[in-house]
């Protein structure tokens, strides 16, 4: 196990991209984790005590991110967020990748009618802007971080029946699902030891990637007052007063905005580390492109001297 991680970690870090994205997701991870335990204590101001007095207050030693409109500390409502916008995120990420493995495996593996009526609604669903559906349906349901955790899942999860059933169609024509299908293997048993170890690779590297972008929905949402309770910290939330005093106060929008673009940037280069961690092909590729450089460079070196 040690020796796994330490490899899986040696191949992260071999990258400056990957090694970038892991080290920008373990530091707000952790940040959002210790928040969790600890609470405003670790804050130097509670995040929702409002001040009137200290209104739109620039940086300074104090406040090092400055204030918002009601006197609120930028930097304590950022740390605050973070739980919301991780947890929120993952959260949405994970429901859609569970609905999706167990609809788009029943519909690679059986086909015929139920593969049809599988399709058909997810075809169904793609028909519909996804933000917009997603909007309407945080919009009726109302602010509460459940619900718009609900509205962005109701609307998420379609790509991943799509990406589990190309993956089971091309897994299902190898001759142990074959062999096993004769011999009345039950399901469970082939999905476990046939099915899903040769799908969960491309399923964990679109879903880690994905994370960011569930991140941006739900942001969105913060950002036009739709779906988070007002009182909840939110990065998209704290962002949205570039709406109204870009030009007064930018970085109050600015700040959050850019902790917000760099997680979901994290997330993107993680996914791509993972990718070349877990995919052998992409791994091999990386491996034999290196010691093409390191040829070249060699050459290169001889050649000057």
């Known amino acids: 196990m040690k020796s796994s991680i330490r490899s899986a970690m040696k191949i992260i870090?071999?990258?400056?991209?990957?090694a970038a994205g892991f080290i920008i997701i373990a530091f707000f991870t952790i940040t959002a984790i210790l928040y969790l335990i600890i609470g405003n204590r670790m804050l130097p101001y509670n995040p929702l005590q409002?001040?009137?007095?200290?209104?739109?207050?620039?940086?300074?030693?104090?406040?090092?991110?400055g204030t918002d409109e009601l006197g609120r500390d930028i930097f304590s409502r950022?740390?605050?967020?973070?739980?919301?916008d991780l947890g929120i995120s993952i959260f949405v990420v994970l429901a859609s990748a569970m609905i999706g493995l167990f609809m788009g495996?029943?519909?690679?593996?059986?086909r015929g009618l139920i593969e049809e009526v599988i399709m058909r609604t997810t075809d169904l669903f793609f028909a519909f802007p996804p933000l917009i559906m997603s909007m309407a349906i945080a919009a009726t349901l109302g602010p509460s971080l459940l619900n718009a955790?609900?509205?962005?899942?109701?609307?998420?999860?379609?790509?991943?029946?799509?990406?589990?059933?190309?993956?089971?169609?091309?897994?299902?024509?190898?001759e142990f699902i074959t062999m096993s299908k004769v011999l009345n293997t039950p399901f469970r048993r082939i999905f476990m030891k046939g099915i899903f170890p040769n799908i969960v690779t491309s399923l964990l590297i679109y879903a880690t990637m994905d994370i960011g972008t569930a991140m941006l929905t739900l942001s969105t949402l913060g950002f036009l007052g739709i779906g988070i309770p007002v009182t909840t910290p939110e990065l998209g939330m704290m962002?949205?007063?570039?709406?109204?005093?870009f030009y007064t106060y930018p970085l109050e929008g600015l700040i959050p905005a850019f902790f917000l673009f760099l997680i979901v940037m994290g997330f993107s280069l993680l996914g791509e580390g993972?990718?070349?961690?877990?995919?052998?092909?992409?791994?091999?590729?990386?491996l034999s492109r290196k010691k093409r450089l390191e040829e070249i460079n060699r050459i290169k070196s001889e050649s000057t001297n």
């Not at 870090?13 to 990957?18: D, E, P, V």
């Not at 409002?50 to 991110?65: E, G, K, T, V, W």
């Not at 950022?78 to 919301?84: D, G, H, Q």
């Not at 962002?239 to 005093?245: P, R």
Request: charged share 5%; no cysteine; glycine share 4%.
């Open 13 to 18: 870090f071999s990258n400056g991209l990957s």
């Open 50 to 65: 409002i001040n009137l007095y200290q209104a739109n207050a620039p940086p300074s030693y104090s406040h090092i991110f």
């Open 78 to 84: 950022i740390i605050a967020a973070l739980p919301v």
């Open 105 to 110: 495996t029943i519909a690679g593996y059986f």
């Open 149 to 174: 955790a609900i509205s962005i899942i109701f609307v998420w999860w379609p790509p991943y029946v799509r990406l589990v059933r190309s993956s089971t169609l091309q897994v299902s024509a190898n």
């Open 239 to 245: 962002a949205s007063i570039l709406s109204t005093n």
């Open 274 to 286: 993972l990718a070349e961690i877990i995919d052998p092909n992409i791994r091999g590729h990386l």
